[in-house]
C-alpha cells in the first residue's frame, strides 16, 4: 500500500485530562477530497490544528507530505494551506494587499505574487472588489478571498475547517463547485471539515464520521451506508388504503423483504435488502388498494449521522440507568 | 586530491543555501516589521498621540526659548556665563510656568505613546481571526512579536531622535548659541533614555496584550500601571517616609542617613522614578550625587558641573535598570505567546 500525502497514526490530544481527540488513525490518498464529519466539539479543529503542527499531540504520529509536523512544522506549512473557520482579513488593506502579504510571508517575490494575487482573485471571483478594502467584504467574499489567500502559495494540500460555514445556498453551491475545481485541475488533494452534510456529500470523496475525538466510520458514502445498514440497506416507504393482511403477509413473504415496520393504518415502512420497489409496485396494484405514495428512503449522511447521535444517546441513557 | 575538490564544492553549495535560506527568512521578517509599521503610521491612535507630543514639544520649546532669551538680553556678562554652563541642555528643562519642560511632556506623555503603540498587539490579531491565519504561513511564531516590537520600537526611535534634533535646530537658530560636542552627546543619550522608557511601557503594553483577550482590558491595565507609578507611588512612598523617616524617632546621624537610602531604593522601584532621577543628571551636569548626603562630605568640594563621563557613570545603574525591566516585560511577554494556544475558543 502506497503512503498516503496525510497519515495519521493513533493520535491523541488530551486537553485538561479529557481527550479532545482519541487514538485516530487515519490515511489520506494524494488527489482525494475527504471530508471530517462530526459534531461541534468532536475534535476536528484540534485534530487539523495538530496537522499543521500548531498544537503537539499528546502522543500518536503525523505525517503530512511525508513530514512530521510535530517536528517540523515550518515545512509542513510551506505545503499545506488552511482555511480556518473563525476566518479574518486585515480590515483596513484591499483584498490584493492582503494577499500579498500572505504572499511575502511565504517568501514568494513580489512580482510573482502580484501576477498570482490577480488571477486568484478572477479565479474567485472576486475580480470587481480586488481594491475594495476586507472590512467592507460580506462573509461569501471573505470566504473565497480566504481561498484565494490558502491558495496562493501553491499548496500541495488544501485543509479547509467548516468552508461553508455562514454562507447562503448559492454561495454554498460556488464554493464548493470551487473546491472541486480545484482538485480536479490542479491535483490538491482537499480535507475539509464540517457538520453539513448535503454538502459535503456533493464533493467529498471519501468522508469519516467523528465524534468525541473517536473516528467511528470512514469510507465513501455507499460503502458508510452499507457498514451501517448491512441487511437493511433500503427502505420504501409506502401509502395505501386499505392495507390487507394478506397483501401485508405476500409482502413479508418476498426474499428481499426483512422486516415491515407498521407507522399507521395507511402507511408502512418496508426494509430490504435490494431495490424492489417497482416488485413491490405491482403487488400492491394486483390487490384493489388506492396506493398515494410510494418512494424509496435514501440514506443520507444525515442519516447516517443521526443513526450515530441515536445509538449514542440510549448508550448513554443507559449507562445512566444502570 | 580530486575528492577534496569536490567536497569543497558541495560543502560551498550548502553554505550557499544556507545563505540563500537566510536571506529569505530576514525578507520576510522585514515584511512583517514593514507591515506593522504601516499599520502603525496610518492608525489615527497613533497619528493623534504623535500631533499631541509634537505641538506640546514645541510649545514647551516655545517657552524655553524666550525665557532663555530674556536672560540673555539683561547683560552681555549673562551671555559669557552661559557659554560655560551648558545653555542648551536648559532647552529641554526650563519652563517660564505657562508651560512645562520638554522633559516633563515626555515623561508623561512617553508611556502613554508605549502603551498605545502595544496595548493591542496580539489580542487585536487573536480577535480579528488573522492569528491564526498568519500562524498557518510558514514563519516560525516568534518573528509575530519580534516584529512587532521592532516596528513599533521604530516608530518611538525615530519620533524621539526627530524632536530632539529639531529642538536642538531651533535652539541654534533662535538662540544664536552654538552647541558643544559634550551637550550633544549628552542630549543623545538623554534621547536615548527616552527610547528605553518608551520601550519598557511598550513592552508591558505588548506583555498585556498577550496576557488578556479584550484590547480594552489590556489598555485600562496598561493605563492603571502607568497612573500608579506616575501619580500614586510617588503620594505613598510620601506616606511611609514621613512616619519612617521623621526626626523625633531617629537618634543617630546614621540612622536617618540609613532610613533615607531606604526610602531612595523603595522609589527606584517605580521605573518613572529611575527615569526622571537619570534624566535629571544627564541634563543638569550640576547634579553631583543621587543619594542623601552630608555637610561633611561637601565641605572641599568645588561647585561645578560633572564631566560627561561621571554623569553617565552615575546614572549607569539607573540605565541598566530600565533596560532590565524592559527586557524582563519582553521575555514573559515572548514565553506566553509561545506557550499560548493559538485557537480562538
Redesign the interface.
Known sequence: MSEGIIEIQQLTKIYDDIPAVNGLSLSIKQGEIFGLLGPNGAGK??TI?ML?G??EPTSGQLRVCGIDSTKYP??V??R???L?D???????MSGLNNLL??A????IPKEEAEERAYMLLEQVGLGDAIHKKTGKYSRGMKQRL?LA?VLI?EPEVIILDEPTLGIDPEGVREILHLIKELNEEKGITVLLSSHHLHQVQQICDRVGIFVKGKLLAEGNVESLTEQLFEREAIIIHVEAEPLSDELLQELQQLDEVSRIDYLGSSSIDIHCQKDITPKIAKLIMNYEVDLSNISKKNFGLDEIYHLYFEGRETNDTHKDKR | MILTKIKDKINFRKNNDELDKNYKEQSIFKAIVQKEFTDYIRSFRIIILLVIIGLTCLGSLYTAITTIQDALEQSDEAKEIAKDSYLFLKLFTTSDGTLPSFLTFVTLLGPLLGIALGFDAINSERNKGTLTRLMAQPIPRDYVINAKFVAALLINVMLIFALGFLVMAFGILLIGLPITLEEFIRIVFFLLLCIVYIAFWLNLGILFSVRFKQAATSALSGIAVWLFFSVFYNMIINVISKNYVNPENTTTMEEFLNKQETILTISRLSPSYLFSESTTTLLSPEVRTLGPYTMEQTVGALAGPLPLGQSLLLVWPQLTGLIAATLICFAIAYYWFIRQEIRTN
Open positions: 479543529s484540534t490544528f499543521l500548531l498544537t515550518l515545512e506549512k510551506k499545506v494551506g488552511y480556518p473563525d476566518l479574518g482579513f486585515y480590515q483596513h502579504y500572505t511575502s510571508l511565504n517568501g480566504g489567500d502559495k
